[in-house]
Nanobody, 114 residues
């Protein structure tokens, strides 16, 4: 069982990144998915959640209107499109799948800085 994130990196304020989370070893389409982040020196926090079929989403207030969570169950992959990035979005981003079991990715660093 694996969740593998990709797409992190260094971006200037106002820029965009798209994170991907590739799932394997379990029936991804039956699991809800969540993106978390952990800013430097802070607790891990929920960024966005999507239901197993993609029909329902949730966002923390600070990313509403800037981030979009989505998934492609045919590709066993989830996504987090991040636009208008701010320095306070700097964090390690983790994907998390939950259903019959729970699975975490290894994390990907996002740094927003000029």
């Amino acid at each position: 069982v694996q969740l593998v994130e990709s797409g992190g990196g260094l971006v200037q304020p106002g820029g965009s990144l798209r994170l991907s989370c590739a799932a394997s070893g379990f029936t991804f389409s039956t699991y809800a998915m969540r993106w978390y982040r952990q800013p430097p020196g802070k607790e891990r926090e929920v960024v966005a959640t999507i239901s197993s079929d993609g029909s329902s989403t949730y966002y923390r207030n600070s990313v509403k209107g800037r981030f979009t969570i989505s998934r492609d169950n045919a590709k066993n992959t989830g996504y987090l499109q991040m636009n208008s990035l701010k320095p306070e979005d700097t964090a390690v981003y983790y994907c998390y799948a939950y259903g019959l079991g729970t699975y975490w990715g290894q994390g990907t660093q996002v740094t927003v800085s000029s």
